[in-house]
């Protein structure tokens, strides 16, 4: 490409597009990327450091043993009793909720949005080009904690890891995006709707903290009374259990917990009850990435359509408002 026309497709770049990079610029070159990335830096550290300690003692004995690598994302250890997947379950949402609570009534307190829709440019090409900016500041962010914890539990554990581990923890990336997503997408619907970014932060992360909190006493209240336990019928509990797990996958929560579990856990061959009768016919083997991928395929494409269909929401109303100037 020479660079007439390099130039020429600068020039000619979709609205959205330019949109998007100079609010990834702003992001990066922001107090609040340099924040979130210590934040979610320390944390991650902390959790695989504590792993490594416990494991290093059983490395050189377990070394060449297929998935010890990934035993550092996944071990809960004694000294702070969750592991880095717990943590960053918990976590990550932020990142979407603080990239996307202010996406357009930030605009609009501070008087930039009528200014902003008068360009030669389409109205939703503002929505989409702050969405896609915030996803690509989480992914960027994302990586970054990925490669720190990656290299710090080389260095602690000497175990370098394999093609298949790093392939695993690559789509672990992928799927915490996703899970992120789902988040910035509802916090980008909050933004819309609500007029002050206070309220829209307020309204997200008060959804967060009841689904991370409360969430599993919910399911199960509502669990009893869709498949109420009757001690005469023995299959009852069974069935409430059942209600109790689907109920439980409509949160973005359950789901990036049970595809990140399976995803760094080759040994994890299934995500639903297991009964004695199946226990005891299973046969011990690892899963292969792609039989892990199978197994947790519907939980990434409801994270993903989750994150459509809130976007879309938000996309819809955004269009539909008026702005003043």
């Given amino acids: 490409m020479t660079a007439t026309t390099f130039d020429t497709w600068v020039r000619k770049r979709p609205a959205w597009a330019v949109i998007a990079r100079k609010e990834f610029a702003d992001h990066l070159l922001s107090a609040r990327f340099i924040a979130l990335l210590v934040i979610m830096g320390l944390v991650a550290l902390a959790t695989v450091y504590s792993a490594a300690v416990e494991l290093r003692d059983v490395a050189p004995q377990a070394t060449g043993q297929p998935g010890l690598f990934l035993?550092?994302?996944?071990?809960?250890?004694?000294?702070?009793?969750?592991?880095?997947?717990?943590?960053i379950g918990f976590l990550a949402p932020i990142l979407g909720i603080a990239y996307g609570f202010d996406a357009v009534n930030g605009e609009r307190s501070?008087?930039?949005?009528?200014?902003?829709?008068?360009?030669?440019?389409?109205r939703d090409d503002v929505i989409n080009g702050k969405f896609v900016a915030g996803l690509g500041i989480v992914g960027l962010t994302v990586v970054i904690v990925a490669?720190?914890?990656?290299?710090?539990?080389i260095f602690l554990l000497g175990v370098v890891p394999t093609g298949s581990e790093l392939v695993r923890l690559v789509s672990?990336?992928?799927?915490?995006?996703?899970y992120i997503g789902v988040w910035l997408a509802f916090a980008t619907f909050c933004s819309v709707v609500t007029r002050r970014a206070a309220t829209s932060a307020m309204v997200s992360i008060g959804v967060w903290l009841v689904l991370a909190i409360f969430g599993s006493m919910?399911?199960?209240?509502?669990?009893?009374?869709?498949?109420?336990?009757n001690p005469a019928d023995p299959y009852s509990e069974l069935d409430n259990l059942r209600t109790q797990i689907s109920l439980s996958r409509l949160s973005?929560?359950?789901?990036?917990?049970?595809?990140?579990?399976?995803?760094l856990s080759p040994h994890v061959r299934t995500v639903n009850i297991v009964t004695l009768?199946?226990?005891?016919?299973?046969?011990?083997?690892?899963?292969?990435?792609?039989?892990?991928l199978l197994l947790v395929w519907p939980q990434l494409v409801?994270?993903?359509?989750?994150?459509?269909?809130?976007f879309a929401i938000a996309y819809i109303r955004f269009m539909r408002q008026e702005v003043r100037a």
């Fill in 71 to 87: 035993q550092l994302f996944t071990v809960a250890t004694d000294t702070l009793r969750l592991s880095f997947l717990q943590f």
């Fill in 172 to 178: 672990w990336s992928l799927a915490a995006i996703a």
């Fill in 147 to 153: 490669v720190m914890v990656a290299g710090l539990g």
């Fill in 302 to 310: 409801g994270m993903v359509a989750a994150t459509v269909v809130i």
């Fill in 252 to 263: 973005p929560i359950t789901l990036y917990q049970e595809a990140s579990t399976v995803l």
């Fill in 218 to 229: 919910i399911f199960e209240l509502v669990a009893g009374i869709v498949s109420p336990v």
């Fill in 110 to 122: 501070q008087g930039t949005l009528p200014r902003l829709v008068s360009q030669p440019i389409h």
């Fill in 277 to 292: 009768e199946q226990l005891d016919r299973a046969i011990v083997s690892r899963l292969t990435f792609g039989q892990s």
